[in-house]
């Protein structure tokens, strides 16, 4: 059975300070890998995706992450946070098994201060 | 736009009522799903279909049941509400392989009183 941890459920950080979001998946499979963003009262929207190839994973807003398989990890970063930045990060895992859902991590509010 | 529309976006339920969620895409996706959020818990799969016609029980089934009759549609229902069902119910489609991420639509707020 696959599964998510994410560490920490609040991150705070300073404007123009770099935004380090861990994620930790088990899977009994090759897993894909996806960081999704909520910002209040809207639905998810995906970031970035890890499926094959490159470990280094560049998404959208300035956003990265890196598979580190033999860590099974998955962390998100960016170098400088941004106001805009604050919302709440969603770490998944998917397998390519008959159903093919996302399950997902508990979440991680990021909060940017001024 | 091409997306996932869900309605309603909020609704107030009383104990024991019940009520039906539309989930509807334009994307030809065959793949479509139902989660529940709750603070601190992620998103839980509800129920699930992997084509028109079929649907299949996720994590947290209990006190829900779903139809795919088209395959733009995925409806959720609750056919007697419980103040636990109050949460923010979260449709979601994708293309066939695991490797495509979900589309989510935006979301229905439930409150059950």
């Known amino acids: 059975a696959q599964s998510v941890t994410q560490l920490g459920s609040h991150v705070s950080v300073s404007e123009g300070a770099l935004v380090l979001l861990r994620c930790n998946y088990s899977s009994s499979v090759p897993p894909y890998l996806f960081w999704y963003v909520q910002y209040p009262n809207q639905g998810l929207q995906l970031l970035l995706k890890?499926?094959?190839?490159?470990?280094l994973v560049k998404g959208i807003n300035g956003f990265e992450a890196e598979f580190k398989k033999s860590e099974t990890s998955f962390h998100l970063t960016k170098p400088s946070a941004h106001m805009s930045d604050a919302a709440e990060y969603f770490c998944a895992v998917s397998e390519d098994t008959g159903r093919r859902a996302l399950t997902f991590g508990s979440g991680t509010r990021l909060q940017v201060q001024p | 736009n091409a997306g996932v529309t869900q309605t309603p976006k909020f609704r107030v339920l009383k104990t024991g009522q019940s009520m039906t969620l539309l989930c509807a895409q334009d994307m030809n996706h065959e793949y479509m799903y139902w989660y529940r959020q709750d603070p601190g818990m992620g998103l839980r799969l509800i129920h699930y279909s992997v084509g028109e016609g079929t649907t299949a029980k996720g994590e947290v089934p209990d006190g829900y049941n779903v139809s795919r009759l088209k395959k733009q549609n995925f409806l959720l229902g609750l056919e007697s509400a419980a103040p636990s069902q109050t949460s923010v119910y979260f449709c979601?489609?994708?293309?066939?392989?695991?490797?495509?991420?979900?589309?989510f639509g935006s979301g229905t707020r439930l409150t059950v009183v």
């Open positions: 890890y499926t094959t190839g490159a470990t």
């Open positions: 979601a489609s994708r293309y066939g392989g695991a490797n495509y991420g979900y589309t």
